[in-house]
């Protein structure tokens, strides 16, 4: 427990060395999970009490499966399109990095506080965000935060894309 404590402050601190760790770390797939899992609880316990009726069950099933396709997204574009000579990463390695840069959204539970829900939601998707670059550029052994960016911005692009198709078909 000490070492999951550990790498999730370490995450929140935005400390590149623990992405490392994690990436080389086979055995910390259950920790990225949980890391996933506790960012979408506080979010959800913060917008429950701002009367939206989203269901934490249902908001952290979401999140599992919104990690697990972003993940391979990121993946995809950052190894077939826009590899570094050094980059060789595999899918797991991304979950891994990328479960770790959820923990920012862990601080969204002060948005239970009346007045700061809005700010802690912009603050920590901010912070997410640059744990997410910093993640990727050391998952797929970039020397350039610049590339670790783009890819970011590809995917999300992606991202919205697909799930915009998704919700146009579904509704």
Do not use: H
Request: net charge neutral.
């Amino acid at each position: 427990m000490d070492v999951f404590l550990s790498r999730l402050w370490r995450a929140i601190k935005l400390e590149s060395q623990l992405y490392e760790e994690v990436e080389a770390d086979t055995t910390a797939l259950p920790q990225a999970i949980l890391v996933v899992l506790l960012a979408s609880l506080a979010s959800g316990i913060a917008s429950l009490t701002r009367g939206v009726g989203a269901s934490l069950i249902g908001g952290a099933f979401s999140s599992l499966i919104s990690w697990f396709a972003w993940s391979y997204i990121i993946y995809f574009i950052g190894t077939k399109f826009f590899p570094e000579p050094q980059t060789k990463s595999d899918y797991r390695e991304l979950l891994r990095t990328i479960g770790f840069a959820s923990a920012p959204g862990i601080i969204a539970i002060i948005g239970i506080i009346p007045g700061l829900f809005s700010i802690a939601l912009f603050i920590t998707s901010i912070w997410m965000l640059i744990a997410m670059v910093i993640a990727v550029r050391q998952a797929l052994d970039y020397q350039s935060t610049g590339r670790a960016i783009l890819v970011c911005v590809i995917g999300w692009i992606i991202y919205g894309l697909i799930n915009w198709l998704l919700l146009s078909i579904l509704t």
